[in-house]
């Protein structure tokens, strides 16, 4: 660690067990800094103080000198910029720095303090921490009490003034917050205003960090998500210094890669995922300007993190039990997918569940709606929605045991991919009042979409699958068997225990099923009493409102109860007889006999 003594102005390096106390500075760049070789040009006879480009190195120097200590660390002159292998160790570094210094000076250039408002008065303070405690409050999103005119006079000065200095803006500067044990504020003239212990009601609701954490509380016991959302409205010079300005907040060490743009962020991700169990990363929520309907489980940047200010560890975890893990076909997730199956209308009820929930409403849990893409494959859908368990119906939620895999990768072809998976599908329609929609089963199992009942085309010529579900009586059921072959659709319906056993398997060609199904004699009615099944074919659209038509193939079974079918087979027998009665009745003998056919003369045969 390179440190600058205050009195010699000479740069001193120290490894370890050898750094000695110093303090550290915290401010906003601007567009003429000092650099190291500027800084090693300088003699110790020099009047900085007199420079302007040198001002804050003087004052911290100064200020360091009068508190007893000799070194200060300072990022725009300590650090050798031209070296990318320094460069990157300091990044990396920097929170360690900053936690392990003395005393870290912030300097807010843009602020001038009020001298008839004190920011460290009582009554200011007491306001925001009621105010704070009184936010997190389970009140079902309700407002809490209003603020009275004087707490609104506080909150509109702070706003006015201190709220719009740039330092809470900047995305490196979240750190050099969170990190040092002790800060002292100070306003452009280097008069110091208070410390962030003492500020800490006053900083939270600036910042929307937590004052517990801001008064030395553990870091790693608040929510990936909830940390995120303290950079969602800060900004950095370079796109990559939004991943890199948060190495420390996550206790993530990654290399710099300038030039990789919104990847750093992603790598930033990967590795959070890798050193972590917390699915409140997934938590995001995109813009309304937003208006792809698909992504991938990655945000693009921390602004989408917005909504998790608020997040906290819910009572009951719902996938306390699964296992996930980075894959190059995505996160591999088994036992935590979860499905609710309903009338075909209802989209979207493949979810993940996050186990985090809104300090506001703590008995809803976020969850990542799902669709299902590829065999096993799932992308993120409806990004831009707020999705909590209380918008489903949890009694009937199953976990997908298999393997699955959610898209991690943002491609801008995702979208397409997406809609055309389910281009030629074929979905099955049936009455709940025959059947147990929740025995849904089906083979190949990877590609039907078993909360809607479709069968997934996945953008291929040929395809087949079988389908099975019970009946609400004590039979066991019916199985579809369908097969799409170049734009055609073969079709069958079978009682549960008549299915051929050739096709009881999943490893069977498209071509193999055609041709058994084609050799059956009786193929679209199966009777399974006390109930009468057929099937109806007709064209569908598989896509929902406002996305666009996708054509499909819908196979609709219609359910009877044999006994109204006899009854309606009574009915059409007497009306027959009925009708043939009030016909004979009408034709008399006179009609008989003129309407009679004549004999024909025979032929001449000689």
Request: proline share 4%; with cysteine; net charge neutral.
């Amino acid at each position: 660690m390179r440190l600058l003594h205050c009195e010699s102005l000479a740069f001193e390096e120290f490894v370890h067990a050898d750094i000695p106390r110093y303090a550290i500075l915290s401010h906003t760049w601007g567009d003429d800094e000092v650099s190291l070789d500027e800084m090693q040009n300088v003699s110790a006879s020099s009047r900085l103080d007199s420079l302007k480009r040198y001002e804050k190195i003087s004052a911290t120097c100064r200020v360091a000198q009068e508190q007893g200590l000799d070194y200060v660390w300072i990022d725009t002159c300590c650090i050798d910029k031209s070296s990318s292998a320094e460069l990157s160790e300091a990044i990396n570094s920097m929170f360690a720095w900053y936690r392990n210094a003395t005393v870290c000076y912030a300097w807010l250039s843009d602020y001038t303090q009020d001298a008839a408002f004190n920011l460290t008065d009582e009554a200011i303070l007491t306001s925001f921490e009621s105010r704070e405690l009184a936010t997190e409050q389970d009140r079902g999103f309700s407002d809490p009490p209003p603020l009275t005119s004087k707490e609104l006079d506080m909150r509109n000065h702070i706003g006015q003034g201190l709220r719009k200095c740039r330092w809470f803006s900047r995305g490196w500067t979240l750190q050099e917050l969170i990190a040092p044990r002790h800060v002292e504020f100070y306003d452009c003239d280097w008069k110091c205003f208070g410390s962030k212990t003492q500020l800490a009601p006053v900083l939270s609701w600036i910042t929307g960090i937590d004052s517990a954490v801001l008064k030395g509380g553990p870091l790693d016991q608040v929510l990936v998500g909830r940390r995120m959302s303290w950079a969602a409205n800060r900004h950095t010079r370079r796109v990559e210094d939004m991943a890199y300005c948060l190495l420390g907040i996550f206790d993530i060490n990654m290399p710099l890669l300038y030039g990789e743009g919104e990847k750093a962020f992603t790598r930033l991700q990967e590795e959070i995922i890798r050193s972590s169990n917390d699915l409140s990363i997934f938590a995001w929520t995109a813009s309304l300007s937003d208006k792809r309907s698909f992504r991938s489980l990655w945000a693009s940047s921390p602004s989408e993190f917005r909504s998790c200010q608020f997040l906290i560890k819910p009572t009951l975890e719902w996938n306390i039990r699964g296992e996930y893990s980075i894959t190059s076909r995505g996160l591999r997730t088994t036992d935590m997918i979860r499905t609710v199956r309903g009338e075909a209308s209802r989209k979207g009820s493949y979810f993940l569940p996050l186990d985090c929930v809104d300090a506001r409403q703590k008995k809803d849990i976020r969850f990542v709606s799902l669709e299902q893409y590829g065999p096993s494959l799932f992308a993120r859908r409806k990004p831009w929605l707020y999705d909590t368990v209380v918008d489903i119906d949890v009694s009937q939620a199953s976990r997908l045991a298999q393997v699955q895999y959610i898209c991690c990768r943002e491609s801008p072809d995702l979208e397409t991919m997406v809609r055309t998976s389910r281009v030629g599908s074929v979905q099955i329609d049936f009455s709940i009042e025959a059947f147990d929609e929740t025995s849904i089963s089906a083979r190949p199992e990877t590609d039907w979409d078993l909360r809607n009942s479709v069968l997934l085309s996945y953008r291929r010529r040929q395809f087949w699958g079988c389908w099975r579900i019970r009946t609400v009586s004590d039979e066991p059921g019916v199985c579809v068997v369908c097969v799409q072959s170049d734009g055609w659709v073969l079709y069958g319906i079978f009682p549960w225990h008549e299915l051929p056993a050739a096709m009881d398997q999943s490893d069977l060609l498209p071509s193999q099923v055609a041709d058994m199904l084609e050799s059956l004699p009786v193929r679209t009615s199966a009777r399974c009493p006390p109930w009468y099944h057929t099937v109806e074919l007709s064209e569908h659209d598989l896509g929902e409102a406002n996305g666009g038509e996708i054509a499909g193939t819908l196979l609709r079974i219609k359910s009877r109860k044999t006994h109204e079918i006899q009854g309606d087979r009574k009915t059409v027998k007497t009306r027959l007889q009925r009708l043939l009665r009030r016909t004979n009745s009408t034709i008399t003998p006179q009609v008989l006999v003129n309407n009679a056919v004549k004999p024909q003369p025979r032929a001449d045969t000689r």
